[in-house]
């Protein structure tokens, strides 16, 4: 950290100088307009990457073609100004910017020709509707449910196929479209493409998914006779561009199976690597392949994966290549990245979700303040996307809406008591801090941090904790912030402030059912906090994140595990990246799962458990040693009666339902904003 941190010297890429070595890889951020041009939201979200301090930042995803999915495209002179504004303001920053340049791997025109077919069929039926033909109003929508099932149908064969059946003439025209798009970017002042690497052409490069006999197919140099066309297509169209490519290697899992399929294998990668270089390629990231449908092997979630897992592999490359390299996957920490540059394993170090969580990483490193670390939670990124809704990260309250979400100066400076120091008052002190209050935080416990120091317990989440290390970090920095601890807000207290934010938090809640006061009938959070030593048959009232997790530990603790839960999924909320895990590890575990399954009572002071299946009425009696109950949680209620200062709710105890983190960030940062 601080002014001479390694990350923060400059570097040569081609002939153009990066003023450090901080990079924002390709992230699909839902940001852009509906024709895939940069609006607003995109804009406002850039510009505070490059306000940061990063030097190199990618726009990911850019498709030369129009598609039907939420990503940003240039595939038509018209979207040209919108990138220009794009590139200049980046430029103000001596911000360098990329376009990730990729191309699905399906028939793009032949899926959309059908999913056109199918809206024209709906409006058509609309009209029928609206004239009162109802007979041919149902069968246009019989046609065109029979044209949008053939989308799909095509969309899942093409994934798998299209690579592979793909016609040469296909190939030319596509290479022609991604060749149009670098001119564009060229004449919108975009300093560099990066080719990625996976998708169609990574499809293409791969050993696995790649079965064509022709001469893009078979040997690697026919595998990748196609991206090297890209290259030299790029170089003679849009001379003025760096080219980076985004490598993606298979990797192994640890039982021994492939991660990834788009992509090459490790020694084919390393030969394709020094081919990238003779071809002309400025720089090379080095990063996972992906393809498989789980976003989990590009992006994991925590607990996982090691840190910077593509590490041996980056070495591997820099070895034989002169050009920068550049490393992708779970760096996360400023000294991580220092020591991978220290030891000359990488030139340049790619924060991808940590740049979402702290934009500022750049900024802080030269004035060595503390980082808000990303949580590899997978909640407000990867989840949102595949969600098809836009990014923005859970501990990030201003991510996805720079333009309209700020901390604004207080008009006033005040006196603010927050009463409570789970996540929800440690952001609505920071904010009220920033905003120039002044701040008491007063905290019954002997630690900050509240409920995410039981969140941290169950297998894998021990990262949730840098939510609180980075409160720990900055609050003794903000010298208008006392913290009290073991301490009580009275009433006196808060009458002698000027306002006060309760942020007391939740306590987990008991079903209102028959032996729910039996001797062994614990809760989630007993078992988490350590309170009650589990052993024998835990039985879990519900199924749902905490409950799940809370499963997952007591399996892992040696327990046998049954999980009640009524609704049809256990763990139904928890990110798409977490759940094949949880999953596998309930199955090697043995986890008894019985879902649409409603507790009747409680029997033999928490030794029998007696249930009813909703769908079937068949009925359940499991014998066991401890009920754990984890049927959600309850807000906690702080007496305010008296107290003539006015107060503010955040976090768990504000709303009619708790919620989770991103909640307690954004009501804590709005409360605060509010005073
Ligand atoms: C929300 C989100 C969207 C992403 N979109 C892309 C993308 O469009 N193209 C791409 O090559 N990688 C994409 N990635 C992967 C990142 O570039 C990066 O490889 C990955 O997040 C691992 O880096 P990190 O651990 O620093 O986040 C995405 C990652 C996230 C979290
Ligand atoms: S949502 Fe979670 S994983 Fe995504 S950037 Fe924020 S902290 Fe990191």
């Known amino acids: 950290m601080g002014k001479d941190s390694i990350l923060l010297k400059p570097i040569k890429v081609g002939n153009v100088t990066l003023k450090n070595r901080i990079m924002f890889p390709p992230q699909t951020t839902g940001y852009e307009e509906r024709d895939g041009s940069i609006g607003e939201r995109s804009f406002n979200f850039y510009k505070r990457i490059a306000e940061g301090g990063s030097a190199f930042v990618t726009v990911g995803d850019v498709t030369p073609v129009m598609t039907a999915s939420p990503t940003p495209k240039l595939c038509d002179d018209r979207q040209i100004p919108t990138y220009k504004k794009l590139a200049d303001m980046m430029h103000e920053y001596d911000c360098k910017v990329a376009l990730q340049i990729f191309h699905p791997e399906y028939d793009v025109p032949g899926v959309g020709r059908l999913i056109m077919q199918s809206r024209k069929a709906m409006m058509d039926a609309q009209a029928l509707k609206d004239a009162g033909d109802m007979a041919a109003f149902g069968a246009k929508m019989q046609e065109a449910k029979q044209l949008s099932d053939q989308a799909y149908a095509k969309l899942h064969h093409d994934m798998k196929h299209f690579v592979s059946e793909a016609t040469v003439e296909q190939l030319m025209q596509i290479k022609e479209a991604i060749l149009q798009a670098a001119r564009r970017a060229q004449e919108a002042g975009i300093d560099a493409i990066e080719i990625h690497g996976d998708r169609l052409l990574g499809s293409l490069c791969s050993k696995t998914l790649n079965h064509r006999s022709d001469e893009y197919g078979g040997v690697l140099e026919n595998r990748v006779r196609?991206?090297?066309?890209?290259?030299?297509?790029?170089?003679?169209?849009?001379?003025?561009?760096?080219?980076?490519?985004?490598?993606?290697?298979?990797?192994?899992?640890?039982?021994?199976?492939?991660?990834g399929k788009g992509g090459l294998h490790e020694e084919d990668g390393i030969l394709f690597a020094k081919m990238l270089e003779e071809a002309g390629v400025d720089m090379i990231q080095v990063a996972q392949a992906n393809h498989t449908g789980n976003m989990a092997d590009t992006i994991p979630p925590m607990g996982t994966r090691d840190y910077a897992w593509m590490l041996p592999i980056t070495r591997r490359v820099k070895q034989v290549v002169s050009i920068p390299v550049a490393i992708v996957g779970k760096i996360v920490s400023v000294e991580n990245g220092e020591k991978i540059l220290e030891a000359g394993d990488a030139d340049i170090i790619c924060y991808g979700r940590s740049l979402l969580c702290d934009p500022y990483i750049p900024l802080k490193v030269e004035r060595d303040e503390p980082i808000r670390e990303c949580l590899q939670c997978n909640k407000g990124c990867v989840d949102a996307i595949q969600g098809r809704r836009y990014i923005s990260c859970v501990l990030n309250a201003e991510n996805g809406d720079e333009g309209t979400i700020f901390i604004k100066p207080a008009e006033e400076k005040k006196n603010v008591v927050v009463v409570g120091a789970g996540i929800a008052g440690l952001e609505a002190a920071r904010v009220l801090a920033l905003r120039g209050h002044n701040v008491d935080v007063y905290e019954k416990e002997s630690k900050i941090g509240g409920q995410i120091h039981i969140a941290?317990?169950?297998?894998?989440?021990?990262?949730?904790?840098?939510?609180?290390?980075?409160?720990?970090?900055?609050?003794?920095?903000?010298?208008?912030?006392?913290?009290?601890?073991?301490t009580l807000a009275t009433k006196e207290v808060m009458n002698n402030a000027d306002a006060v934010i309760v942020a007391v938090g939740a306590h987990n809640l008991s079903l209102p059912i028959a032996g729910a006061d039996g001797a062994n009938v614990v809760s989630s959070w007993d078992i988490l906090d350590g309170t009650v030593k589990p052993s024998g048959h835990c039985v879990v009232i519900g199924g749902g994140l905490v409950g799940a997790e809370t499963a997952e530990y007591l399996?892992?603790?040696g327990c046998k595990v049954s999980i009640l839960e009524m609704m049809d999924k256990i763990a139904k909320e928890e990110s798409s990246t977490v759940l094949p895990t949880m999953m596998k590890d309930f199955a090697m575990h043995g986890v008894a799962q019985y879902v649409?399954?409603?507790v009747v009572c409680i029997e033999a002071d928490g030794k029998c458990v007696k249930a009813l299946n909703t769908v079937d009425n068949n009925e359940l009696a499991l014998e066991c040693d401890m009920v754990v109950m984890a049927a959600g949680s309850v807000k906690n209620v702080l007496d305010t009666e008296g107290v003539t200062t006015p107060v503010y709710y955040a976090g768990d105890c504000s709303g009619a339902r708790t919620a989770g983190i991103a909640e307690a960030i954004r009501s804590g940062y709005k409360a605060a904003n509010e005073i």
Do not use: M, W
């Open 555 to 557: 399996a892992n603790n």
């Open 596 to 598: 649409n399954t409603k």
């Open 456 to 486: 941290s317990v169950p297998p894998r989440k021990q990262e949730i904790l840098r939510a609180v290390e980075y409160y720990e970090k900055l609050l003794p920095s903000l010298t208008n912030v006392k913290v009290h601890l073991n």
């Open 226 to 259: 196609y991206a090297l066309e890209v290259v030299k297509g790029i170089k003679e169209i849009a001379p003025k561009l760096l080219i980076e490519y985004k490598l993606p290697f298979i990797t192994t899992n640890e039982d021994g199976t492939d991660r």
